[in-house]
């Protein structure tokens, strides 16, 4: 079965922008959760949707959000972007009941300049 | 406050020998941990885990030791191959229903021929 896929793998952009991510999980799975990996700081859990409700959100500022649709795929939204905001950004979906076992997506690589 | 602990941010072992990755943790809520392998420009894939009602899970050349009374889980890789060499993550769960993983900062594991 195809896997979690992420878009863009890589992006750039400037301070103050904004920018969405993407992320398509395993067909069947409903829950996705985001995280923000940066160098010493490990995977911080950004929040996690399932059947298109936020179940669970992470101590980021209200700069980063996210929705799912009715097919699972999600999207996380990142605005008024900061040089912190640099940083792998990583998609893992899971049946979200009885599997506690993530598979993870490539990330998107996010430089802001 | 980071609940999930890697206090060795390397270890480097020579191949056939034994890798142990530590893991320590501080909230007495988690029971449910989980060990993850990352290769550079890749996602986390999972690798190991262990209930809190277990001490000791094993597959293959991995094997994950829970000590719930020091707060400490390990990983142990034997015979440790090249291909080993990667970033390990360990991370904890709470069963709250919810999806939400916290992860140590990891260990880069070398191993050289």
């Known amino acids: 079965k195809a896997g979690v896929t992420q878009t863009p793998r890589y992006l750039i952009k400037t301070r103050g922008q904004q920018v969405t991510l993407s992320c398509s999980p395993i067909s069947g799975h409903r829950s996705v959760s985001w995280y923000q990996q940066t160098p010493g700081q490990g995977l911080q859990f950004l929040f996690e949707?399932?059947?298109?409700?936020?179940?669970n959100k992470g101590n980021f500022p209200g700069r980063f959000s996210g929705r799912q649709f009715s097919n699972s795929r999600s999207e996380m939204n990142v605005s008024t972007l900061e040089l912190g905001d640099s940083a792998l950004y990583l998609c893992?979906?899971?049946?979200?009941?009885?599997?506690?076992?993530?598979?993870f997506g490539s990330g998107t690589r996010l430089t802001v300049v | 406050d980071q609940q999930v602990k890697q206090n060795s941010p390397s270890l480097s072992v020579q191949e056939g020998r034994i890798s142990i990755l530590n893991c320590d943790y501080t909230?007495?809520?988690?029971?449910?941990f989980l060990w993850y392998k990352k290769y550079p420009a890749e996602g986390p894939t999972f690798l190991i885990s262990i209930s809190s009602i277990k001490d000791k899970n094993e597959d293959g050349r991995f094997t994950v030791f829970l000590n719930k009374s020091a707060k400490h889980l390990s990983l142990h890789i034997v015979p440790s191959q090249p291909g080993d060499s990667a970033v390990y993550f360990c991370a904890a769960n709470m069963n709250t229903g919810f999806q939400k993983l916290v992860f140590g900062t990891g260990t880069r594991l070398l191993v050289s021929p």
């Open positions: 893992a979906s899971s049946n979200g009941q009885n599997d506690l076992g993530y598979t």
């Open positions: 949707y399932f059947s298109e409700t936020q179940r």
């Open positions: 909230n007495s809520m988690f029971d449910y």
